[in-house]
Every structure is written in C-alpha cells, then in structure tokens.
C-alpha cells in the first residue's frame, strides 16, 4: 500500500469562539494547496482512498485534492485522525483495505510525524512535516503498528516545482 500522508493548509488563527475544530484554511493556504495539487498531478497519483481528520482545515484540504486528483469516491472522515486521536485505531482501519491501494490521509502535528515517525523507525526519530508537507511511505504492514518504507518527504516548495 502506498500512504500519502499530509498536513493541512495553513489555517486562519484560533479565536475563543469557533475552536480549534473550526479553523479554517487561510486563503494563502487555500492556494499553496492548489498548487500542491498540481504537483501532484503531474506525478500521475490516483487515489484509492481519502481519510481526513473532522476538523475543518483538515476538510478543506483533502477536498481541494480530491478534487484536483479527480478523486469521486467518498472522503471518510476519522475521529482517530484528529490531533488527539489513536494512531492504533487508524492503523486498523488502514488494515481492511487492499494492499495494492493508494490512500491519503490528511492531519495534523505531532501525530502525522510521529506516525511516519513510527512507520519507517525502530527506534527514535523525528520527522518534522512542515503545513501542506507531503510524506509518501511504501506499507509494508498494518497491524499491530504500520511498518513500511519512505518513499518521500517533500516541502510545499517541492510540490509546487513538480507542476
């Protein structure tokens, strides 16, 4: 399985009202996704699977991709995906689909890095994915943790030079 890990857009401040949970992409963020986009289509990825956290700019973000990917099928959202959430029950869900599947995902820090983290390591190492950072990691397993190979970690400002 192919997992396309990334991390939401930049998103507009935190303000005492809406919540964390209803910040929502900024418009720099909005495009430096678009463009991100476009990176990858040139590099021919089809989708799959799109599982994103509930919160919006996690939402937005795996909209705007979908879209450009020409993805149709369903984007699920996942409460495990959330900041807080369990990787373990993420990584069981990962576990019932096919192993020839490209699936994005879509969320936040620290727990994307640490999942990559935990995927490509047996002992400690940092990965720091930047917003709107893209990591793609080859799985070789799912259960009980997902085990697997980097494949890539790339910058907004990759991802923008490949379209």
Known sequence: MDLLILRHGEAGRSSPSPGDSKR???SEGQQEIIDLSSGLNSLK???DGVF?????RAKQTAAIVAKS???????????????EG?????????????????????????YL????SEAISLSE???????????????????????????????????????
Not at 52 to 56: A, K
Not at 69 to 83: A, R, T, W
Not at 128 to 157: F, M, S, Y
């Open 86 to 110: 369990n990787r373990l029950e993420f990584y069981s869900v990962l576990s019932t689909l096919k192993q020839d599947s490209t699936v994005l995902v879509v969320g936040h820090e620290p």
């Open 113 to 116: 890095s640490e999942m990559i």
């Open 45 to 47: 990825i089809s989708l």
């Open 52 to 56: 994103t956290s509930p919160l919006l």
């Open 125 to 163: 190492c940092r990965i720091n994915l930047k917003k709107a950072g893209l990591a793609k990691i080859k799985v070789i397993t799912t259960l009980p943790k997902i085990k697997g190979e980097l494949r890539w970690l790339l910058t907004p400002k990759h991802l923008k030079k490949l379209a």
């Open 69 to 83: 990917l020409k993805y149709k099928n369903e984007i699920k959202e996942l409460d495990c995906l959330k900041p």
């Open 24 to 26: 929502s992409l900024t």
